[in-house]
């Protein structure tokens, strides 16, 4: 696998087997897009993206990104579309802060704390509660940009499925610079692991 951003003396490696390497707490948005950069469809399906063939264990996959991850955040939309498809269960165990200025339903086992606060607060709850490990933006792509914005987003890790949507919820919605840390092929998909720069965005 092609690691060209791995040098030694990283501060900011992430070992995707689980293991952490001198390297500090990293906040990462892990997702999958369409080619054509939608992580859904208008009507908020992912029936494009369950059909494809993906190893679980495989380069770059979710299973062992998530044995690196203390804590969530995610969208209303995307806690909505997760407790549908789910048919009410929570399959997270890790605390989690869902952005909504609603009253959602929350099942009675699932540590989640619905939200309206600040980034960098909830931000630093998160830290708090993750034990030193990572933390994981979820989705959508507008949440994980208002992490961005806030200067709380380090690594962007997408997984190209072979489709396009042609309209959508968008994958990242923001003007940013981005370093290219990591590439693999998971079977179906195109893996890429991006450094989220702090420079000002290109204006090209
Ligand atoms: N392809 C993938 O791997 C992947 C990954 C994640 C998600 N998804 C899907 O992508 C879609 C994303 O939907 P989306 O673009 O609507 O994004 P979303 O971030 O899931 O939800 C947006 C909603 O979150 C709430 N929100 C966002 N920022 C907030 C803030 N600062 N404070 C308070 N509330 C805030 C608002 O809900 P209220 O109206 O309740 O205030 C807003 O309408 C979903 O269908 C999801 O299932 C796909």
New binding site residues.
């Given amino acids: 696998m092609d690691r060209p951003g791995d040098g030694s003396g990283d501060a900011t490696l992430t070992d995707v087997s689980g293991a952490c390497q001198y390297r500090d707490m990293v906040t990462h948005f892990f997702?999958?897009?369409s080619l054509d950069g939608f992580?859904?469809t208008p009507g908020?399906s992912?029936d494009w993206?369950l059909k494809q063939d993906v190893d679980p264990e495989g380069p770059m996959a979710y299973q062992p990104f998530e044995k690196t991850i203390g804590a969530l955040a995610?969208?209303?939309?995307?806690y909505e579309?997760v407790m549908d498809h789910e048919e009410g269960r929570w399959g997270y165990t890790q605390p989690t802060w869902v952005?909504?200025?609603?009253e959602l339903k929350i099942p009675d086992d699932a540590d989640v704390t619905l939200t309206?606060e600040p980034?960098s607060e909830v931000h630093a709850s998160m830290t708090a509660a993750a034990g030193g490990k990572d933390l994981w933006v979820?989705?959508?792509?507008?949440?994980a940009g208002?992490f961005a914005d806030a200067g709380l987003l380090d690594e962007i890790w997408v997984q190209f499925a072979p489709v396009t949507l042609g309209a959508g919820?968008p994958l990242f919605p923001r003007m940013l610079d981005l370093e290219l840390l990591e590439v693999a092929r998971n079977r179906d998909f195109l893996c890429g692991r991006y450094r989220v720069s702090r420079l000002t965005p290109s204006t090209k």
């Fill in positions: 997702t999958a897009s992580i859904a908020h992912l993206l995610m969208g209303a939309s995307t579309w952005f909504t200025h609603r309206s980034i979820v989705g959508g792509g507008g949440l208002q919820a």
